[in-house]
């Protein structure tokens, strides 16, 4: 059994699902979503939070199989790092792309005032 085989499978359907996640709450909540982004802060903070959380958690998650895999396979090391890093950032990018739709309004309005 190849235990670096393993870990690259759980760190790719770990950041599949980590990607596919916030997606996934945007699109069931819908027409919702348009009615979260009209709430007042104490209403949003703690789903932004709770989406960041669950992010975090995914990165470690991903950080941990790689950092693993590389020591198993130190002949690719650098290439666990690498795909770490970018498999991190998507990660962060979709889970923030679904705390700024929660927050667009306000950004958006912030700009334009000021």
């Known amino acids: 059994m190849d235990m670096s085989k393993n870990l690259w499978d759980l760190a790719n359907i770990i950041t599949g699902f980590a990607v596919v996640q916030p997606l996934a709450v945007a699109v069931a909540l819908g027409k919702d979503l348009a009615g979260f982004q009209h709430q007042p802060p104490n209403v949003k ?3 932004g939070c709770i989406a960041l959380l669950f992010g975090f958690g995914y990165c470690v998650a ?3 199989c790689c950092k693993l895999g590389g020591a ?13 890093h970018w498999r991190i950032a998507c990660i962060l990018l979709f889970t923030l792309v679904f705390v700024f739709g929660l927050f667009a309004p306000d950004i958006l309005a912030s700009k334009s005032n000021g």
């Open 45 to 47: 903070y703690p789903i």
């Open 62 to 64: 991903v950080h941990r």
């Open 72 to 84: 198993l396979d130190v002949k690719n090391a650098v290439i666990w790092s690498e795909t770490a």
